[in-house]
């Protein structure tokens, strides 16, 4: 009795051990909220679904949403996003997940796939790159001034997914939405190896099924999925070793169901094309007759608070990690889609990839801002830097630098204050915005802006 107690405790122990050293990957920089990433990838699915041949048979539909679902109630799969699956009529061998989770799989990749288990590990490691947000992860460092203003939900008028467009963030090939760095396969395999084991499904099977696809490589019907899924380094080892972490469990293959869905894939009609476009026409209103109210009004954010004129609204989710204030009018559209702020304020983070460890270190205040100046100025070569002073902001060393360029108000030149902040998130930016000819006006209120700012962390 003993000797079955001690062999007890030992499985015990040791599945334990295993379980401890798997590692539980989170989401890494981003400026979208959750709420975001599942607006955006609503719209870009209903614009898929518009232009691409969606598979109409319900055998089909319900056998993949079932996969889905199985593998959504996995710890690892992101409770916080609605997870769907679409297949798309389509002999090229491709899959990819938007934000918040909307999935497409083309018939090609089923017919590719030698098993259920190869199916559902393209959709799992397709469910990672939502969970851990891979998409807007890409977006959120695609640029810095405009990427705040496109995420001001509903200003433009064509929703968030036609604002993105205007930054060239979109579905095409090579948008950042769709196309992973080998560091998010990386992770995605990882984490996908994870939902399938806890759905019962041998993780190895997916690695396979990626070698199987790079074994082909070159073929016009596998390469926009390769191009979108790089290869990270021996997938198949490394999935060897994760499951080994693992505890020790059987894993389900293949289903009889599996060889039917492949059976009716094979005889469906092929497909008519879709395409659709839109263009919109509209003109910016005019500049905001309304002066800020010297009565200021509390924002509380993520990490960050201030106080603005109470005549004035956000624009944005309390939820992400940026926000725009301003007159209703202030926020504006041009004729070619383009929003901007002529008159309030932007707040944001501005994020240096490649150097991430001085984001943390006030010494770098001076390099960090100059770095987001640049860029800054590549999206408006016209915008020209004035005097920079230093300040405190919440006890925080802190700059202040002028920056002027074209107002989108006619005949108007603006003038921008540029308030910069070392925060653990980044560099944190306040942008105070203002026509040259209310510049004086306003000027006394974004100084009690400024000192209004506080922050939680």
Known sequence: ???????????????STALAQMKDLQPGFNLFSAQQDIQVGREAAAQVE???????????TNYVTGLVQRLARSPHAGKEFPFSVR?????SVNAFALPGGPMFVNTG????ADNEAQLVGVLAHEMSHVRLRHGTNQASKANVLQLPLALLGGVGGDGMLGQLAQLGIGL???????????????????????IMAEAGYNPIEMAQLFQKLEAQEGQARTIQFLSDHPNPGNRVKAVQDEINQMPRKAYTTDTRQFARIKTVVAGLPAPNQLRSTSNGDQTAPAAPAVRPSARLRQYQGRAFAFG?????????????????????DGVIRDRDGKVSIGYGALVSYYFSESDEGSRRDGNNLSAETAGLIRQLEQSNP????????????????????????????????????????????????MILISPESEYREVQSVFERIVQSIRFSN
């Open 172 to 194: 095409g090939a090579g948008s950042v939405l769709t196309k992973m760095s080998r560091t998010a396969e990386t992770q995605a395999d990882y984490n996908g190896a994870q």
């Open 87 to 91: 297949v798309v009529s389509d002999k």
């Open 308 to 328: 603005y004129p109470e005549n004035w609204q956000t624009f944005g989710d309390a939820q992400s990690a940026m926000l725009a204030v301003g007159p209703s």
């Open 1 to 15: 009795m003993r000797t079955k107690l001690f062999s007890i405790i030992a499985i015990i122990t040791m599945a």
């Open 50 to 60: 518009r232009e691409q041949p969606m598979v109409r048979n319900t055998e089909v």
């Open 382 to 429: 016209r915008m020209r830097v004035g005097e920079s002073r230093g300040l405190r902001v919440n006890g925080f060393p802190a700059l202040i630098t002028t920056l002027k360029s074209n107002s989108p108000y006619q005949g108007e030149t603006e003038i921008d204050e540029l308030v910069t902040v070392i925060r653990p998130e980044g560099l944190w930016y």
């Open 109 to 112: 990749l089923i017919a590719l």
